[in-house]
C-alpha cells in the first residue's frame, strides 16, 4: 500500500513536502454514489503560489541535472505504474467510472509513456551546421523552456497526465500539475510516484482544487513559461488568451465531432464494430469518440440495424463488474448534459435508440448508450460536443457528399472510414480536416509514441506525444563560435 493512504486528508505536493488544505472534498465513486473512495484537500490560491514558487526554485538544479539522471527518474515512474496497474487501475475505475479493463490498460499505458520518455531524455539531439563564414562553427540545441503548468481533465487521469508530465520533466522542466477536480485519487498516487522515484523538491508540484479559485492563480503567474492545457474548447480558449497576453506558450488539446465514415463497399459487420467502439466505449467520454457516423444510404438501413443490434448486447454496469461493457458517466452535472442532449435529439426529429437510464443494484450515474437515428448535419446534436455516449447516424448519397459532411464542423481531432476501396481511403486520408486519420479502425484510440493533436478548434500548439512533444518542451538555441 503506497504511502498517504492512511491519511484522513490527502494533500498537495508543493516543495516537495505533503501540504494540507483548508478542507478535504470528498471523492465519490459513479458507480456507488454511496462509496466514498477517499478525502483529497484543494489547494488555496494561496499554495498555488507557493507551488510555482517552489517550481522556480527547483528550476536550476533539475535543468541542469544530466539527461541520464533524468532518465533514471522517469523510468522508475514507469516501472512501478506497470507494476502497478491492477492496484491503480482499480482506483481509477473506482473515481471515473471506465471499465476496469479499460482503467487497467490506462495505467499500463501510462507506465509506457513515461518509459518512452526516459528514452527520449538521452535521445535530445540538435545539430552541427556549417557556417558560411570560414572558422565559425555553428551548434543548434534544444534547451527546456521553464516552469511548465499542466492542467488536465477528468476521462483519462492518467494517460493524459503521463504524455504532458514525463516530456516535461525529461527535457528538463519543472512542473505545476492541476488535475480535474473529478480525479483527485490517480492524480494524487501519481505525483506519489513522481516524488519517490526521486525528482527533486519542487522539480514536480501537485495542486488540487477548483480552475476557478486556483487555475486562475496558475495560468496568471507570471513565472510560468508554458502551459498545456486538455479540456473544452470555450476554457481552453480563455487558458490561451491569458497566457499568450504575457508571451507564455501554450498547447491546447479540446473538444472533436469526430465523423466514422461507412461506404457502400464497407464490410458492415466489421464497420458496426468500429463504430460501436469509438462511440460507446469509456461511455462515450472521449474527445476521439465517433459522435457524428456519416453512412451511405445503400447500406444506411443495414448498417442501422446492425448497430441496433450489437447495442442490444452492451451491458452497461458498475465499472469493476468485468461482465460490464459501459460504465457510468462521470457525475451529475455529465449525466444530465447528456440526458438534455437526448432530449433535445428527438426534439430535433431524430428518431432515439437507447438513451434510457437502467435500473441497477447500485445508485450511480448510469446511462444506456444512445443512437440518434435520421440526424442531420444541422442539428445541434450534430455540431456540439455532447461527451458521453450518444452518437448520430447521418445519411448521405455517396462518398463525395460523406467527405463534405465530415469536414463540416468547427472540430478537427480525428476522423474515420471503413471502406475496401484502397483509393477512396488514399483520398480520405489526404482531404479529411482532421489532425488524425483512422483507415478501418476506431477514431478512439493512438499510439503512445506517435503525435496527437487535431486542427480547427479542437488543437493548437505543437503536437503532444511522441518526438514531436519535445518541439513544446523545449526552445531552439544557436550558437557560434569563432576562433
Not at 229 to 253: C, D, I, M, P
Not at 440 to 462: E, I
Request: proline share 5%.
Amino acid at each position: 500500500m503506497a504511502p498517504g493512504w492512511g491519511w484522513s486528508v490527502r494533500g498537495n505536493l508543493i516543495g516537495g513536502a505533503w501540504i494540507d488544505g483548508p478542507e478535504g472534498v470528498a471523492n465519490i465513486n459513479p458507480s456507488d454514489v454511496t462509496d466514498v473512495i477517499g478525502d483529497y484537500a484543494h489547494a488555496t490560491p494561496h499554495q498555488a503560489a507557493d507551488a510555482v514558487d517552489a517550481a522556480v526554485a527547483a528550476w536550476p538544479g533539475w535543468s541542469r541535472t544530466s539527461p541520464a539522471a533524468r532518465a533514471e527518474v522517469i523510468d522508475r515512474v514507469g516501472a512501478e505504474l506497470i507494476a502497478r496497474s491492477e492496484e491503480l487501475g482499480t482506483l481509477l475505475a473506482r473515481e471515473e467510472g471506465k471499465t476496469l479493463e479499460e482503467a487497467v490498460a490506462e495505467v499500463r499505458r501510462g507506465g509506457q509513456i513515461f518509459r518512452f520518455f526516459a528514452g527520449e531524455a538521452v535521445r535530445n539531439a540538435g545539430d552541427v551546421i556549417e557556417s558560411i563564414r570560414p572558422e565559425v562553427d555553428v551548434a543548434v540545441t534544444r534547451e527546456p523552456v521553464g516552469v511548465t503548468l499542466i492542467i488536465t481533465p477528468w476521462n483519462f487521469p492518467v494517460a493524459i497526465p503521463a504524455w504532458k508530465i514525463a516530456p516535461a520533466l525529461a527535457f528538463g522542466n519543472t512542473v505545476v500539475f492541476k488535475p480535474a477536480e473529478l480525479v483527485p485519487g490517480s492524480a494524487w498516487e501519481l505525483a506519489d510516484i513522481i516524488h519517490r522515484a526521486g525528482s527533486p523538491d519542487g522539480a514536480f508540484n501537485l495542486v488540487n482544487g477548483q480552475g476557478s479559485v486556483v487555475g486562475d492563480v496558475l495560468i496568471e503567474a507570471s513565472e510560468i513559461a508554458a502551459v498545456s492545457f486538455t479540456g473544452s474548447t470555450q476554457v481552453g480558449r480563455r487558458v490561451a488568451l491569458a497566457a499568450t497576453k504575457r508571451g507564455a506558450r501554450v498547447q491546447l488539446e479540446m473538444g472533436g465531432k469526430n465523423p466514422l465514415v461507412v461506404l457502400d463497399d464497407a464490410d458492415l459487420d466489421l464497420a458496426v464494430e468500429i463504430a460501436t467502439q469509438g462511440a460507446f466505449f469509456s461511455t462515450g467520454q472521449r474527445c476521439t469518440a465517433s459522435s457524428r457516423l456519416v453512412v451511405t444510404e445503400q447500406v444506411y438501413d443495414d448498417f442501422v440495424e446492425r448497430l441496433i443490434g450489437r447495442m442490444s448486447q452492451l451491458r452497461t454496469g458498475h465499472a469493476l463488474d468485468p461482465a460490464t461493457d459501459i460504465g457510468p458517466v462521470v457525475d451529475a452535472r455529465q449525466l444530465r448534459q447528456d440526458l438534455d442532449y437526448v432530449h433535445l435529439g428527438r426534439n430535433e426529429g431524430a428518431d432515439v435508440v437507447g438513451g434510457e437510464r437502467p435500473v441497477q443494484q447500485h445508485d450511480g450515474f448510469y446511462l444506456e448508450p444512445a443512437l440518434l437515428v435520421g440526424a442531420t448535419n444541422e442539428m445541434r446534436t450534430s455540431r456540439e460536443e455532447i461527451f458521453g455516449p450518444v452518437a448520430s447516424v447521418i445519411r448521405v448519397s455517396d462518398y463525395d457528399e460523406a467527405l463534405a459532411v465530415a469536414n463540416d464542423t468547427e472540430f478537427g481531432l480525428t476522423a474515420g472510414i471503413v471502406t475496401r476501396s484502397l483509393r477512396s481511403a488514399r483520398h480520405f486520408q489526404r482531404n479529411a480536416e482532421a489532425g488524425m486519420v483512422m483507415v478501418n479502425l476506431p477514431t478512439a484510440g493512438v499510439d503512445f509514441h506517435v503525435p496527437f493533436g487535431g486542427r480547427k478548434a479542437s488543437s493548437y500548439g505543437p503536437r503532444e506525444q511522441g518526438r514531436y512533444a519535445r518541439d513544446f518542451y523545449t526552445i531552439v538555441k544557436t550558437a557560434y563560435v569563432g576562433g
